[in-house]
């Protein structure tokens, strides 16, 4: 009996040494861009402080590893929603004038995977993703547009088309 005694009083005072308390994000300092227009919430995705949106910190290419059309953009927005990414379940895909707000010619993220082409986006982003990402803002029947963040400039480009493109999914920080 002393030695079970002895061993509940021994795990009592070691474990909590041995395993202290997880730190919560709520309790740990926020990161933010130089600037200090982004934050880092460490749970992969980023505020902008100046619109009120939140990105995720990864486009569609570094999540999972090969360039997407803008119909598989849509499939996967969707995706994101129905495995509740972050914690949300009211991810979309953004809109050009959305994009372009992420756009600066002063700020370089990362040249893209496998070509030249500078990102011109802040480096709290996650670095090597797609140079052009697709906005829902369509051109006609066949066509949607996007940006390109090595130069700023609009794409337009038929929905089939997936050549160094996807999608950094967003959505509205205060909902």
Request: hydrophobic share 40%; with cysteine; glycine share 6%.
């Amino acid at each position: 009996m002393k030695t079970i005694i002895r061993f509940t009083l021994l795990v009592t005072i070691l474990f909590p040494l041995a395993f202290p308390p997880q730190t919560t994000w709520a309790e740990t300092e926020k990161i933010f861009s130089a600037d200090k227009q982004f934050i880092d919430n460490g749970d992969e995705t980023i505020t902008d402080t100046k619109t009120g949106l939140m990105w995720m910190k990864k486009d569609s290419y570094l999540n999972i590893g090969h360039w997407l059309n803008w119909k598989d953009c849509i499939v996967y927005v969707k995706k994101m929603n129905q495995d509740a990414f972050a914690g949300f379940i009211d991810w979309r895909m953004p809109t050009l004038e959305e994009l372009r707000t992420l756009y600066d010619v002063n700020k370089i993220n990362s040249k893209q995977l496998g070509y030249e082409m500078i990102i011109h986006i802040d480096p709290i982003f996650a670095p090597k993703g797609v140079g052009s990402i697709w906005s829902t803002n369509t051109n006609g029947v066949y066509n949607a547009v996007g940006i390109v963040y090595n130069s700023g400039k609009m794409f337009n480009s038929k929905r089939t088309d997936k050549a160094r493109k996807g999608v950094r999914p967003v959505r509205n920080a205060s909902n």
